[in-house]
Every structure is written in structure tokens, then in C-alpha cells.
């Protein structure tokens, strides 16, 4: 009778993936606990990633966020992951998929649920995979490929070993996702963090979590004056996907342009710059709506009463330049679109005593590999956790938040092979041979 | 002073070119006042110098929203008489607006000089459209209250219409309007309450409304899915209840007391003590009429905060330049709605509200 009850009042979801169906929740728990772990970097899984990725670029076209994450899993480089995947075995470990992982990617970023998955199916895993309500025409499009790539019957396995699906305002839901899972990834912000790890899972299990980060640009101002024209434009257009392609709101994209150098050379290469970048901003067609300029509008105005910021250069509804008095942390919500603190350093060393747990990735124009490893080792972990030239903010990899999402979603699996008594009977062959 | 002036002549009867040319000397005096009496505010225009100002769209503006992060103040602390909260569902930061004695009595005045215009110096027999709850707690100042309370005193012998389930007093309004059938009657409410309320519940009935004035304030938010604009408004009330003297009214609380109202043209018009200016969405330059822009407003009256001049998050246009002679000078404004909602991407604002 009991249970009778409860079950009535589990909710439906509406999966999206492998088709398209409203399925009651616990007839999706029960495809998960018995859906099939996949061999790590099988041909199979391989097969169908490449298929994905290859139909995935013909057909978003005009979408430059989908044709990077279909490069980014192109046959080519999944075969290169396979590798680099290989390598991190031995004779003593094997690498093996954790079990069922639950992937709870952010509302707003489009792209990410597939990299969170795609890495995990190629370790073979099991996976879940809650959607946004958002409905953008990116992720349809990702989802419509997805769907029919999985309908080809030689990738069968593929469409049961993974679910995608929507669901609302329901903690049901995700409690018993949450409790199947070895391995739960939230994505998303402090606050979807503590949301969910309200959620208890089992004890062996763990929480790979993407709380909300912040991203800054270093620049080399004396270097950057000598660029000529033709360098300056390519910066401007490569820091313009940085900060623009997810309204500035992505954890990687710079909110703070760090000029280092004497006052008057930042000055110069700060006036260029954002110039430059407010033409890149338009012939790109890039536009806030209303809402979002005023929003900007009243954060820039916050900013002056709140924060060291004694100015607002309002250069178009696009940019707008926040400087900064002195270096400070720059805290609390951010309106992104196109909004930029800026401060100035004397030298890059400095950097390392403003930089904080929460900032992510340094993006850098004009330093050298030893600069940067310096910079790194002076940090000594406080933050920062990916340090990549201007244009690759956004360019995801398998190191993210300081975690390695290849091996993250394995075991190892330690063997000696050799026992005791082997051990001992060699030596005994070994004395019986000294004997003769 | 200027202010005392543009209060004290008859509303709506300057001619444009001297009513800007009182409004721009006034609101420089105040933006000198703010600047040497809220730090804040000195900031923010060392921030965004606004430069020289000789006309009326040269004075600095502040955001509306910084009303609702910060509490902005240009008197002393012991100076403070009241402070008044907008409205705002749970979670959502309100405005907090600083008032002292004599800002709280520039108000009052100002809404007389407004509602004497549109209702004639005596006070009428008046219908609330709302129930007397609303006004219960008067240490709540929810936005509701405070509007119903405000204009309370422009009325007498008053009438709630509605109960709590927002039913309609049927028989206590038949009453009421048999006890005054000789009187001009006033009836004041909320946009949507009105009419998703009030109106549905008389429409059949042949009540007879043509002796009554409506004010009615607060918006066509609420009523997207009654397919309701002004114009329809207005047409309907006419056709089923007689009743043709509407007057609708735009205001906020960052700036009580300096309302826009609805003239016999249709349009809202700004008192003496107060305009609009619409400015365009990407050049932030004053639009040229007729078309559609985000609303500045800009009065006399906020001595104890710095909220002279205030851009709002409304879009609206000025239609022309209303005829002082017939009534109704200045500006014609025509609001159009609240700005959409932004649409933006992010890795944060996620599943936390739905989770």
C-alpha cells in the first residue's frame, strides 16, 4: 500500500535523450542500474563521439561555441585523449570506469553538459544527465545530433548507457539520481553547489563541484605598445571570444584586464586597447539589449560606491571600463556583457599577492613560458588553475578547476602480479641451480 | 524659490520653454545641493562628470536600481522623518527612499496641487477599489497601502469595494451609491485590481458610473492575458457603466508626489515641478518625439536623497507637447511597458531555483 502510494507520486521527467518520451522517474532508475559500462576508449564509444562531432560541424553552422566543441572532439584529437588516456595505466594499474555518473551542468553555458559527458563515456561510464530547462536552439541542436546519431543501430550501445533529461523544481528526482551515483558533477555556481549537495550520496562516492570562479587577462603593456596594428586587431578579436562568447558570464571569461608596466604605458595601451575591442565588439555584431545596458548602468554605479573604482568610461552599451583604484578583490554578482575592471601592476610578481582561490584562469599576452612557471610556483596554489594565452579562455581541456577530468572519472585499479610464493619458488629454483 | 513657485501656480499651465527653463535652473541648484550634502552621490558624478549643464537633458541621472542596493541620503541622520520602501516580492531588493520633513511635505503638497487639478478643491465621497486590509498595518508600507493611504485624503466617507477574496461588495456599493446619487464620486485603485476585479464583477450589471472620476494607477503588468491597454480601458469602462472621467497616473516611489497624469487627451502629463525626458536605448541621447525610448524623470521635489533626476527601467514615449490653455501643458507622455527582461548566458544562475 505503501509503496503503492509512493510510487503514484514520483514524478515524471521528460527525457530527452536517448528519444524524446515523458518516463515515469523510477522507470528511469531502473534503466540506469541496469544499463551497461562500456570498455575505457573503446572503439565503440569512439565511433560514436566521431560521428557526433562530424555531423555536429556540419550542421551548426554559424555557431562558433558549437563548431569549437566539435573540433574540440574530432576524431583526430579523440584518438590523441585515447593515448593520453593509455599512458596514465601501467603495469600495476588499471584505469576503469567509476560506475554511474550524474552530471548537473549549468543552465547557461551551452556546451558544457557534452565536455562533463563526453569525458566520462569515453571512460566508460553510465550516465545522467540533468539538463536546464532552458531550452536554447544550441542545445536542441546538440541534443537533435545526439539523438540521431545514437539511432544508428551500430552505435545501440551508446543510446543505453546514457540519459539525458529535464526535469522541474523537484528534489525527488535528484535525490534518487543522486544516490545511484559514484560520481556527481555540479556545475554551476556556489549556490547550485549547496543546493545540491543537500542531496546526500552513497559514502564510497564523490562530488566533482564547479563552484563560481572568476578569470582576469595579463597583459605586457610595454609589449603590447610595440605590437603593430595588425597584432593588436588579432588581440582584440581573440579577447573579444574570450569575454563575449557567454555574455561574459562563463567562470573563464576575464572580468579584469590586468596592465602591467609604468602609469604611462598602460594608460596608452589600455586606450588602444578597449578601443579596438569596442570596433571588434561591432563589426561582430555583438549587441546588449536594454535591459542589459542599464543593468550594466547600475552595476558600473554600485561599482563606484562599493568597490576602487573612480571611474566609469562608458565607451558604448558593449564596453564599459571599470578602473580600478588599487588591486582589490573584486567580489559579489556580476553583470558581465561586456564589463571590465581594470588595474595596473608595476611588475608581474605582484600579481601573485591579489590573486585568490576563487580566480580560475589567467589569460596573458607577452610573457614567456619561464615568466609564467615563475609566476605559478609563486602562487604556490592560492589560485589560478589554468594559465593560457589571450583567445583560449574558453578553451576547454581535460585539466579544469584544477581537477584532471581524464582520469577523474576512473578508478585504478592497483595489480602485483607476482606473489609470495612465486617469489619464493624462484628463489629456490635459483638455490637449487647455485646447488647443482 | 523656484520650487515654491512651480508648486504653487496653477498645474499644467506653463508654456514648455519656461517651465524647462525653471526646471533646468532648479535641478542644477539640487544637483549642487546632493553633491555637497551625499558623499555618495559626489562620487558617483566625479565618476561620470556630467559637465555643463544648460538644458534639461544635460542633468546627471542615477539608475533606478541604485535606489534598491543602496541607501542614498543628502541630510544628516537625525534629519531622517520616514523612509519609504517600493514594492516587491519576497527575495527581491526594494527601494529604500530617505524622507524628511520637508521632502515628505513637498510631497503632500505636490499631489494636492495634482489631485486638485483632476478633482476640484473639495473632497468627494470615494470608492476604494480594494480591501480595507490594505491599509491596516500602516507600519507596513507596502507600495498597495501607501497608494490607497495617500490618497485617502482627497476623499471622504470611504468605501472599500472589495473583501478579502477580492469579491465585491455588491450590496455595499449599491448602498453607497444610492446614499450619494447627487455627488460627483471619486474611485481609486490599483490598474489590475480594477479591472480584474472590479470591472469583471460590474461590467453586467448596468451599474451607472457617470457621476464617478477614476484614478487608477499601477500598470499593465498584471493584465498581459486580459488583452487590456488604455484605450480598451477606457472603452470599456464608458460602455458598460457610463463612467468617462479616467485618469490613469505613472509614478514610483523614488519619486512620490512628482506623478505623471492622465489628461483629457489620453496622454499623462507631467505637474510644473516635474518632466520626462525619453532617451534612446544606445546613444543614451534625448529621442526625438515620438519615438520609443527608456523613461528619465526628473523633479524638484527630493531634497533629503539625491533622486532628482532618475532613469527608470520603463520604455515610453513623448507623443507631443501638451495645450496649457485647455488644461493640460506639458509633455504627453505615453508609456509603453517595463523593459524585457535581459536574456543572458553565464555558467552561474543556474539550477539552484529549481532544484
Known amino acids: 500500500m505503501d509503496t503503492g502510494i509512493a510510487l503514484a507520486e514520483l514524478p515524471a521527467v521528460d527525457v530527452r535523450f536517448p528519444r524524446r518520451r515523458t518516463a515515469s522517474l523510477i522507470s528511469v532508475v531502473d534503466a540506469i542500474a541496469e544499463a551497461p559500462r562500456l570498455q575505457p576508449y573503446s572503439d565503440e564509444v569512439i565511433a560514436f563521439c566521431a560521428s557526433f562531432a562530424h555531423e555536429l560541424a556540419r550542421r551548426a553552422r554559424g555557431m562558433p561555441e558549437l563548431q569549437a566543441l566539435a573540433f574540440w572532439m574530432r576524431k583526430a584529437e579523440l584518438l590523441r585523449m585515447r593515448d593520453e588516456f593509455c599512458a596514465l595505466g601501467t603495469a600495476n594499474v588499471v584505469l576503469v570506469p567509476r560506475g554511474v555518473v550524474f552530471h548537473l551542468p549549468p543552465a547557461n553555458v551551452d556546451t558544457?553538459?557534452?565536455?562533463?559527458?563526453?569525458?566520462?563515456?569515453?571512460?566508460?561510464?553510465?550516465?545522467?544527465?540533468?539538463l536546464s530547462s532552458r531550452e536554447t536552439e544550441q542545445t536542441e541542436l546538440i541534443l537533435d545530433v545526439l539523438t540521431e546519431v545514437a539511432a544508428?543501430?551500430?552505435h545501440a550501445g551508446l543510446a543505453s548507457n546514457t540519459v539525458m533529461l529535464r526535469y522541474r523544481h523537484d528534489g525527488q528526482a535528484t535525490a534518487a539520481l543522486s544516490e545511484m551515483a559514484d560520481v556527481r558533477v555540479i556545475w554551476g555556481g556556489d549556490e547550485t553547489v549547496a543546493e545540491i549537495r543537500r542531496f546526500s550520496i552513497p559514502p564510497h562516492a564523490f562530488d566533482l563541484s564547479f563552484p563560481d570562479r572568476s578569470s582576469l587577462t595579463v597583459i605586457n603593456a610595454q609589449h603590447y605598445n610595440c605590437l603593430d596594428d595588425d597584432a593588436r586587431e588579432f588581440l582584440a578579436e581573440r579577447f573579444f571570444n574570450d569575454a563575449y562568447w557567454f555574455d561574459q558570464l562563463g567562470c573563464s571569461s576575464p572580468r579584469l584586464v590586468c596592465w602591467v608596466g609604468s602609469e604611462e604605458c598602460a594608460q596608452r595601451a589600455a586606450r588602444v586597447f578597449f578601443e579596438l575591442l569596442s570596433s571588434v565588439v561591432s563589426r561582430k555584431s555583438y549587441k546588449v539589449d536594454t535591459a542589459t545596458a542599464i543593468n550594466k548602468l547600475t552595476y558600473a554605479y554600485r561599482a563606484v560606491l562599493d568597490q576602487q573604482v573612480a571611474e566609469v568610461r562608458w565607451l558604448d552599451n558593449e564596453v564599459v571600463v571599470l578602473p580600478l583604484e588599487r588591486f582589490e578583490a573584486v567580489s559579489g554578482e556580476f553583470c558581465g556583457a561586456g564589463t571590465f575592471y581594470q588595474v595596473r601592476c608595476e611588475r608581474l610578481a605582484e600579481l601573485a599577492s591579489h590573486v585568490g582561490r576563487r580566480d580560475q584562469t589567467l589569460c596573458h599576452e607577452g610573457y614567456s613560458a619561464d615568466e609564467l612557471h615563475e609566476l605559478t610556483i609563486a602562487l604556490n596554489g592560492r589560485g589560478i588553475d589554468r594559465i593560457v594565452p589571450v583567445g583560449d579562455a574558453l578553451t576547454f581541456n581535460r585539466f579544469w578547476d584544477g581537477n584532471d577530468l581524464l582520469q577523474a572519472f576512473t578508478r585504478r585499479v592497483f595489480i602485483a602480479a607476482r606473489s609470495d610464493l612465486g617469489r619464493y619458488r624462484e628463489k629456490a629454483s635459483d638455490r637449487g641451480g647455485e646447488g647443482r | 524659490m523656484i520650487t515654491d513657485d512651480l508648486l504653487r501656480r496653477p498645474q499644467y499651465s506653463l508654456e514648455q520653454p519656461e517651465k524647462e527653463a525653471l526646471l533646468v535652473a532648479e535641478l542644477m541648484r539640487l544637483t549642487e545641493h546632493h553633491r555637497r550634502n551625499s558623499t555618495q552621490y559626489d562620487r558617483l558624478l566625479r565618476a561620470v562628470p556630467p559637465g555643463e549643464i544648460t538644458r534639461l537633458n544635460q542633468v546627471p541621472f542615477l539608475p533606478v536600481g541604485l535606489f534598491k542596493s543602496h541607501r542614498l541620503i543628502s541630510i544628516p541622520e537625525r534629519d531622517v522623518f520616514k523612509t519609504l520602501t517600493s514594492s516587491g516580492t519576497t527575495g527581491q531588493q526594494v527601494s529604500r527612499i530617505v524622507l524628511d520633513r520637508d521632502t515628505a511635505a513637498r510631497q503632500t503638497q505636490a499631489l494636492a496641487a495634482i489631485m486638485t487639478h483632476v478633482l476640484g478643491p473639495t473632497r468627494l465621497p470615494m470608492i476604494i477599489v480594494d480591501t480595507p486590509s490594505v491599509v491596516k498595518d500602516r507600519k507596513t508600507f507596502s507600495a498597495r497601502g501607501a497608494g490607497v493611504l495617500g490618497m485617502l485624503t482627497y476623499g471622504r466617507n470611504h468605501f472599500y469595494a472589495l473583501d478579502e477574496e477580492m469579491q465585491l461588495d455588491r450590496v455595499g456599493l449599491q448602498a453607497f451609491l444610492k446614499k450619494y446619487c447627487d455627488d460627483t464620486i471619486l474611485l481609486f485603485g490599483f490598474t489590475f485590481m480594477v479591472w480584474k476585479y472590479f470591472f469583471q464583477q460590474i461590467r453586467e450589471s448596468g451599474l451607472d458610473l457617470s457621476r464617478g472620476v477614476l484614478v487608477h494607477s499601477g500598470g499593465w503588468k498584471g493584465l498581459a492575458d486580459e488583452a487590456v491597454d488604455n484605450r480598451e480601458f477606457r472603452r470599456a469602462f464608458a460602455a458598460a457603466t457610463g463612467l468617462t472621467r479616467v485618469h490613469n497616473f505613472y509614478g514610483m516611489v523614488e519619486q512620490v508626489g512628482s506623478v505623471s497624469i492622465e489628461g483629457d487627451d489620453g496622454y499623462l502629463h507631467t505637474p510644473n515641478f516635474a518632466e520626462v525626458i525619453i532617451r534612446d536605448p544606445v546613444t543614451w541621447q534625448e529621442a526625438p518625439t515620438g519615438s520609443v525610448g527608456v523613461i528619465q524623470v526628473?523633479?524638484?521635489?527630493?531634497?533629503?536623497?539625491?533622486?532628482?533626476?532618475?532613469?527608470?527601467?520603463?520604455?515610453?514615449?513623448?507623443?507631443?507637447?501638451?495645450?496649457?490653455?485647455?488644461?493640460w501643458g506639458g509633455k504627453q507622455l505615453e508609456v509603453v511597458g517595463r523593459i524585457p527582461k535581459a536574456e543572458l548566458r553565464g555558467c552561474s544562475d543556474t539550477h539552484a531555483a529549481e532544484a
Do not use: C, K, Q
Open chain 1, 112 to 130: 558544457i553538459f557534452v565536455y562533463s559527458w563526453l569525458l566520462s563515456v569515453l571512460a566508460g561510464n553510465i550516465n545522467v544527465v540533468r
Open chain 2, 298 to 327: 526628473v523633479s524638484v521635489l527630493p531634497t533629503s536623497y539625491p533622486g532628482h533626476s532618475i532613469l527608470t527601467e520603463d520604455l515610453g514615449a513623448v507623443r507631443g507637447i501638451g495645450t496649457p490653455s485647455g488644461g
Open chain 1, 152 to 154: 544508428r543501430t551500430e
